[in-house]
């Protein structure tokens, strides 16, 4: 079996951990389907002797943590300390102008959170496009580069609640992007 033909099996088997994960194996789901997906990556990347397309998908996967710690690091500055918590679990939820009272001084903070966690996931989909557009060019699998359109106007869209359904049909479409992987490369 070739190297390009377990990464179709790899990357189509952690492609759909990526989207079911969560559901089936709870905690665990989406972690093995991460890995599965970054040996497929690294496989393709051996076989077309690009490094560029690991390369790009590392990015990727380092821009998502960076969106990640950045959002929950500017969260923790803005609460302060971890008394907050007891301060809101004891808050009276009923009186609506105290709750908002409270609440003013973070809603900035928060905005700003998500706002540069965005940015980040931004790039984040820019090199995935471009590992997924380098894999489309070299295995004459045109659906990798439709998979990294959408998942990028999934990133910029998803500000508004539409992202996440575009993200979700990208996470589709990149299950059957890896399950057309060829058993080997197309000769030039």
């Not at 890995?35 to 990556?41: E, N, P, S, T």
């Not at 700003?112 to 965005?118: D, N, Y």
């Not at 299950?175 to 197309?186: E, M, T």
Request: some cysteine; proline content about 2%.
């Amino acid at each position: 079996m070739s190297k390009l033909s377990e990464a179709k099996i790899l990357g189509g088997i952690g492609a759909l951990l990526m989207l079911f994960g969560g559901f089936l194996l709870p905690g665990i789901g989406a972690i093995i389907g991460l890995i599965l997906l970054f040996i497929a990556v690294k496989y393709i990347s051996n076989e077309c002797k690009d490094k560029s397309i690991f390369d790009n998908y590392l990015l990727h996967f380092i821009y998502i943590i960076v969106s990640i710690v950045s959002i929950v690091i500017i969260f923790f500055i803005s609460i302060g300390s971890l008394t907050w918590f007891s301060v809101v679990e004891s808050m009276d939820f009923t009186d609506f102008n105290s709750v908002m009272d409270f609440f003013a001084p973070y809603i900035a903070w928060w905005v700003l959170a998500l706002v540069i966690g965005w940015i980040f996931f931004i790039f984040s989909a820019l090199y995935l496009k471009k590992s997924y557009n380098t894999i489309a060019e070299k295995t004459n699998v045109r659906m990798f580069r439709t998979t990294g359109l959408v998942n990028f106007i999934g990133a910029i869209t998803l500000i508004v609640a539409i992202g996440i359904l575009i993200l979700l049909v990208a996470r589709i479409l990149e299950i059957v992007a890896y399950f057309q992987l060829p058993d080997k490369l197309p000769s030039k």
